[in-house]
Every structure is written in structure tokens, then in C-alpha cells.
């Protein structure tokens, strides 16, 4: 019989008819025999409905405050669970992130787990009895009440997996798995069977919004399976994992991932001196702008150009610290353009085939969608295209790879 770690997000906690659904489940989980350990989050809603609380009554709340409010969400979730297991004749404990002794650093609202205390989790599971963990919160050394960003339910089951060697971290989700691409741009978009850890951490990172960030890396760490299954339908999900050497015939390319919400900015005829990139991208991190692709030109007549990307609601903000930056440099101009995309094809296939980029680049070609950055990894090509063009590339290339073919068999 398997140890399963299960975490429900928030839509499969969403009302109280479907905690008792995530209850029948579990009972037929632990009818055939298995150990539970169950990670919740909040009810949805619930979370953001707290933090508009807090924005009623003080702008910027002090960071340990908003946890102490936050972290309630969960609290509500993992009691009525186990009620609803109760009635069923399951026994089940239910324990908040400090019970249960999560002990994180003490950096509120991000905070980072540490260590798990194991001990107390095991006892009740010698007992028979399910555990229900609150997800997304722990405790400091000082036993202040911290949470793990948004979304960090995720993060709780795959570090509860981890520190109980558990069979799997099973992520029970509104989506039931991860698909080449999203099936609302691409109808043939499919369910993959499987995924590296690498390759969804990639896709996770370009936009795929399905599991945390932090949740991955942690579960590529301690090399936990991970499977994202849905709440709502029965089916095998897609199965994260450690990459496999002997695997058949794989396909190159697992996904493409999109982000529409990107703004390039240009400052053109920069002096080719040594110290440019740093005088012009200092100040746009100490505006607090995240910075994706970078590119510079070569120089030619001594300047050359300088285009890098951010995030389109940071576009305004960084035209204004880069004009600034421009006179200082005496550059030619600032030019930027904010209705671009970044479309991605991620692969671990990509290390052992060449011509990937250039199968890209043709595809677009051909329908005529010009690029005007590209940035490359190990497992990853992306480019950057003008807005209205992103949904005739992604489809292009979903089929250029013939992703719509994809297995997707049931085990
Ligand atoms: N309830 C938290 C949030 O909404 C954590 C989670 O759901 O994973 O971000
Ligand atoms: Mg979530």
C-alpha cells in the first residue's frame, strides 16, 4: 500500500459540497488501503477576499500581520475536511502549519520551509488516521506565523512528500493535467502523460500557471514524483518527473508556453564602453522592474544598441528611469513598443536534436510573423513577436511539432 501526499486547491475546497466530494474521494483512497496525508488551501475567493480586508484598514498591513490574517483561509479548509471524514467514518486529524511544526524562515508572506517535523504526522498515520495539513503556512523559529506567496499550498504537499518519503505528491487541481499547450488557443492541444521536472519548471517560469514555482523546484530537489490530476474528473493526470534515459521515441518539444503581458524596451546608440549594461540596467532593478530577455548588438561607428523586455505594466516606469539613463549616456533615443508576446517551445528532447530553432523559425516564417528577439536555454527557445500575432504562432508551431499528435493513452 502507497503513502500518498494529496493537496486540493482552492475551486476543490470551494463550497461545501465539494468538501465532502475531496472526502469521498479520500474515503476511497483509504478503502483500498493507502496512507493519506492531505495539504488544503483556502476556500477560493477566500484568500483575496482576507487581503482586501486588510487593505480596508491600512495600505501596507506589516507583513507578519497579513500572515496571521491570511493564514485563517486554511485553517476553516482542513476543519471542515476532516468533519466531513469524520462523518464518513474515517478518522482524520486536522493540524495548522505550526502544529505541525513548519518551520520556515522568518521572511513573511515568502517565506522559505526549512524543516518538517515528521514524528507527529506518522503517529496519527499508525493510528489509522488521516492528516490534513493547512497548505501555505508554517512557523518561524520564534513561532510567528508565515506563509509562502501565493499559491503556496502547492509548495506545503511537495515538502510534506519530501520529508515523508512519500509514493507521490498528487496535486488535485480544476485542470486535470498539464497540456502541450493552452487548449484555448490551440484546440488539439493534449494532455501529456509525462514531464520532466526541468521542462515544467520552464513552463511554469514562461507563464503555465498550473503549480507554484517554488513548488517544482522543491519536488526536482528532492526528486518527489509529482502528478497534477484534476478534482472534478477521474484520469491520470500528467506525471512530473526525473528525466528518463531510455524513454522511446520521445518528442522534442513537450510544450509551448505564451506571455502576453511582456514590453520591450530599445535604447539605441549606447556608447560601446565597458560598464553600459550595468549604468543602464541598475537603475531599472533599483525601480524594482523585473528584466526577462536581454539583447545588445554588436557595435558598430563605436554604439551600438541596447533592447531588453519587462513586464507590460512596468512599461511606463521603465521608458521613464531609461530616458534619464539616456541623457546620462548621451545615447541617440529610447524606444520601446508594449503590445509584443513572448511565445516559448520547451524541451529536453531539444539537447539531443539539432534544428530545433531553425524548425521555429521557419514555422513562423511561413506565416509570416516577423521575430524580433530570441533568447535560448538548453531546453528552450523563445521569441519575441508583435501581440496580435501570438495566437496564429502558437498554433503554427503546436502543429510544426507535431504536438497535436502527442499519446496521451490512459495507463
Ligand atoms: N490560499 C493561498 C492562495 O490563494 C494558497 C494556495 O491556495 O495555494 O494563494
Ligand atoms: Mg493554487
Do not use: W
Request: net charge negative.
Amino acid at each position: 500500500m502507497a503513502l500518498y501526499v494529496q493537496k486540493y486547491g482552492g475551486t476543490s475546497v470551494g463550497s461545501v459540497e465539494r468538501i465532502e466530494a475531496v472526502a469521498d474521494k479520500l474515503k476511497k483512497f483509504k478503502d483500498q488501503g493507502h496512507d493519506l496525508v492531505v495539504a488544503v488551501s483556502a476556500m477560493s475567493g477566500e484568500t483575496n477576499r482576507l487581503i482586501s480586508l486588510a487593505k480596508e484598514v491600512q495600505e501596507t498591513p506589516s507583513p507578519r500581520e497579513m500572515d496571521v490574517l491570511v493564514s485563517t483561509g486554511e485553517q476553516v479548509t482542513i476543519a471542515l475536511l476532516c468533519m466531513a471524514l469524520e462523518k464518513r467514518g474515517i478518522p482524520a486529524r486536522s493540524y495548522t502549519g505550526s502544529q505541525v511544526r513548519i518551520l520556515t524562515d522568518s521572511a513573511h508572506t515568502k517565506a522559505r520551509i526549512q524543516d518538517i517535523d515528521v514524528e507527529r504526522i506518522q503517529g496519527d498515520l499508525a493510528q489509522g488516521r488521516v492528516v490534513v495539513v493547512a497548505g501555505f503556512q508554517g512557523a518561524d523559529a520564534e513561532g510567528n506565523i508565515t506563509t509562502l506567496g501565493r499559491g503556496g499550498s502547492d509548495t506545503t504537499g511537495v515538502a510534506l512528500a519530501a520529508a515523508l518519503k512519500a509514493d507521490e505528491c498528487q496535486i488535485y487541481t480544476d485542470v486535470d493535467g498539464v497540456y502541450t499547450t493552452d487548449p484555448r488557443v490551440v484546440e488539439g492541444a493534449c494532455r501529456l502523460e509525462r514531464i520532466t521536472f526541468e521542462e515544467m519548471l520552464e513552463m511554469a517560469s514562461l507563464g503555465s500557471k498550473i503549480l507554484q514555482i517554488r513548488s517544482v523546484e522543491f519536488a526536482g530537489k528532492y526528486k518527489v514524483p509529482l502528478r497534477v490530476l484534476s478534482s472534478f474528473e477521474e484520469g491520470p493526470g500528467t506525471l512530473i518527473t526525473i528525466e528518463e534515459e531510455e524513454t522511446v521515441e520521445k518528442p522534442v518539444i513537450s510544450g509551448i508556453a505564451f506571455n502576453r503581458d511582456e514590453a520591450k524596451l530599445t535604447v539605441l546608440g549606447v556608447p560601446d564602453i565597458p560598464g553600459v549594461a550595468s549604468k543602464i540596467l541598475v537603475p531599472v532593478s533599483d525601480a524594482n522592474i523585473e528584466v526577462d530577455m536581454i539583447v545588445q548588438n554588436i557595435a558598430a561607428d563605436q554604439t551600438t544598441d541596447f533592447t531588453f523586455t519587462v513586464h507590460r505594466n512596468d512599461y511606463n516606469k521603465a521608458e521613464e528611469v531609461l530616458r534619464a539613463v539616456a541623457t546620462e549616456l548621451e545615447a541617440r533615443e529610447v524606444v520601446g513598443n508594449n503590445k509584443i508576446a513572448k511565445v516559448s517551445i520547451v524541451g529536453v528532447g531539444m539537447r539531443s536534436h539539432a534544428g530545433v530553432a531553425s524548425k521555429m523559425f521557419d514555422a513562423l516564417a511561413k506565416e509570416g510573423i516577423n521575430i524580433q528577439m530570441i533568447s535560448t536555454s538548453e531546453i528552450k527557445v523563445s521569441v519575441v513577436i508583435a501581440e496580435k500575432y501570438l495566437e496564429l504562432a502558437v498554433r503554427a508551431l503546436h502543429s510544426a511539432f507535431d504536438l497535436d499528435k502527442v499519446d496521451t493513452v490512459s495507463e
